[in-house]
């Protein structure tokens, strides 16, 4: 797998609540163009894998890492991988902002922050 794009920012619940987040996705807003991913793998409370969100990146899989902060929120880590070619700058810079929109922003949100 080629790793192409990866974020850690922290967010304000625990690592079992965003890990049970990740796996249940009831907050998740898709876009028209996104499909709603299957949860490939999941290591309660440190890894989720989900497939992807994208019809023309099929194979690409997201994996999430979930460590816990000091201040007893999460550290929360996306990595896309790809077991193709990677997607050109523009297409990376895209998923990476969708995804960061994602997680750092309607997932925090949904915690009410």
């Known amino acids: 797998m080629i790793e192409f794009g990866s974020r850690a920012r922290k967010l304000p619940a625990p690592p079992a609540v965003v890990w049970e987040s990740l796996v249940d996705r009831s907050w998740l807003a898709l876009l028209a163009d996104e499909t709603e991913p299957t949860v490939i ?5 440190a890894r989720v894998v989900w497939s992807s969100l994208w019809a023309d990146r099929a194979t690409d899989e997201i994996h999430f890492d ?18 193709g070619e990677a997607p050109d700058e523009s ?4 998923l ?18």
């Open 41 to 45: 793998a999941a290591e309660k409370p």
């Open 91 to 94: 297409k990376t810079g895209h």
């Open 66 to 83: 979930l460590t816990p902060a000091a201040d007893g929120g999460t550290l929360a880590r996306f990595t896309l991988l790809t077991p």
């Open 96 to 113: 990476r902002r969708r995804l960061n929109q994602l997680l750092f922003a309607d997932l925090r949100y949904s915690y009410g922050q």
